[in-house]
């Protein structure tokens, strides 16, 4: 099983549900849950500064800094699992990735709200490479335009891999609802390319 492409009219975007075989999976979850550096990202919110509702890191290569919500994270080192990787994975999407973040939603009370990874500093049509671990969980796009409910709904599965790519996040936005009956935790890496040039634009 190799990519389906997504019904979303006039974006570029397909999951991959059984890229990363299980057992890679399942080793590679393990090894992020201890290797990487969570931390609490606190964000600015409706002009005030709250917690993210999930754990997360920023990872990248040397100069990939990134500004999310008028804060500016400077990159953890790679951990060896996904320098490994990293290669893999440009090569499924045709796309090459300077940095990685990597969220930890530690059950299914944290969630990601609405959003479009459109930040100035990846650029105009950015690729972004969405690999999840660990519980599924419920993923929504709804376009820009409407700002109304979702317009298309799936389940990112253990190993699965979601391609998001030209105008995609342009015209969609997509979020992570709660699923508070859930008790597993889930990590999700997107990974990315900061253009350099643009690193000292302004949020």
């Known amino acids: 099983m190799g990519w389906q492409p997504l019904d ?120 972004i490479a969405s690999l999840s671990l660990g519980a599924p969980r419920r993923f929504v796009f709804r376009s820009k335009a409407a700002r109304g409910p979702a317009t298309l709904e799936l389940e990112l599965s253990h190993g699965s891999l979601l391609r998001m790519a030209n105008a995609t996040q342009r015209l969609y936005q997509h979020a992570l609802p709660r699923a508070r009956q859930l008790r597993l935790p889930r990590i999700n890496l997107t990974f990315r390319r900061i253009l350099h040039e643009r690193a000292g634009a302004q949020p």
């Open 8 to 127: 979303l009219p006039g974006a570029d975007a397909a999951i991959w549900p059984t890229w990363l075989p299980t057992d890679e999976a399942d080793a590679l979850l393990a090894h992020l849950l201890e290797a990487v550096r969570w931390e609490t990202h606190v964000i600015r919110l409706f002009g005030r500064e709250v917690a993210s509702p999930r754990l997360s890191c920023w990872i990248g290569d040397s100069g990939a800094s990134y500004v999310y919500s008028r804060t500016r994270f400077e990159p953890h080192p790679w951990p060896s699992a996904l320098t490994a990787l990293r290669p893999r994975l440009e090569q499924a999407c045709g796309s090459t990735f300077n940095s990685v973040l990597a969220n930890l939603y530690r059950d299914g009370s944290d969630a990601m709200g609405w959003h479009s990874d459109d930040e100035p500093e990846l650029g105009p049509a950015p690729v």
